[in-house]
Each structure stands twice: as structure tokens, then as C-alpha cells.
């Protein structure tokens, strides 16, 4: 049984940062990649970024110089710090581990960004 469990949504104002977590346990050996996904109102699951066990990553060019990825494999945990906000990042973001060929989702965590 792995589960993942997400920290660090809220509300900020545009310009504003903030900084998402993403804690792994259970039946974890080693966790291949780490990901954030983020889902607007009305629209479809999209990828905001990824980080393998090595260390790449992998953006989104809408979130390119804003968003940073990034993990603490001795924690089985991801970071996503969010810099320069702006209305369009507003949705509940999810994250996603790929464990032994296998996806498993936190249960996600919203963030708005509104003045």
C-alpha cells in the first residue's frame, strides 16, 4: 500500500509564491519518477512537472523560470516551489509517483491565485 499526501495549497495574490509538498509511504522500494499535475476548472489534467530518481526534470512551458521540481529521495518526498503566480496557475494540483511500473495520485490540493 503506498500513499501519497500533499501539503502547501491555498490562496495567494498574483506575483505571489508558494511551495507544495508531496510525502510517499508504505510499500515504497525506490520511487522512478515524482510528479505534480494540476487540473482547472473545466479543463483536462495537465503535467506541470516531473523529476526522475537522478535528478531530470521536466516542465511545462507555461510554468518554464517560475516553477522549480524537487526531491528528497532520503524522504521519499517532492517539492514544488511556485514563484511569480498568476490567475491562469489557479487549479488542484495532484501528485504522482511512479513506484514498480505503477502511477499512484495524491488526493490533491488546491491552489488560487486571486487578488
Known amino acids: 500500500q503506498v500513499q501519497l499526501v500533499e501539503s502547501g495549497g491555498g490562496l495567494v495574490q498574483p506575483g505571489g509564491s508558494l511551495r507544495l509538498s508531496c510525502a510517499a509511504s508504505?510499500?515504497?522500494?525506490?520511487?522512478?519518477?515524482m510528479g505534480w499535475y494540476r487540473q482547472a476548472p473545466g479543463k483536462q489534467r495537465e503535467l506541470v512537472a516531473a523529476i526522475t530518481d537522478g535528478g531530470s526534470t521536466t516542465y511545462a512551458d507555461s510554468v518554464k523560470g517560475r516553477f522549480t521540481i524537487s526531491r528528497d529521495n532520503s524522504k521519499n518526498t517532492a517539492y514544488l516551489q511556485m514563484n511569480s503566480l498568476k490567475p491562469e496557475d489557479t487549479a488542484v494540483y495532484y501528485c504522482?509517483?511512479?513506484?514498480?511500473?505503477?502511477?499512484?495520485w495524491g488526493q490533491g490540493t488546491q491552489v488560487t491565485v486571486s487578488s
Open positions: 504522482i509517483a511512479l513506484i514498480r511500473l505503477r502511477d499512484y
Open positions: 508504505g510499500s515504497i522500494f525506490s520511487i522512478a519518477r
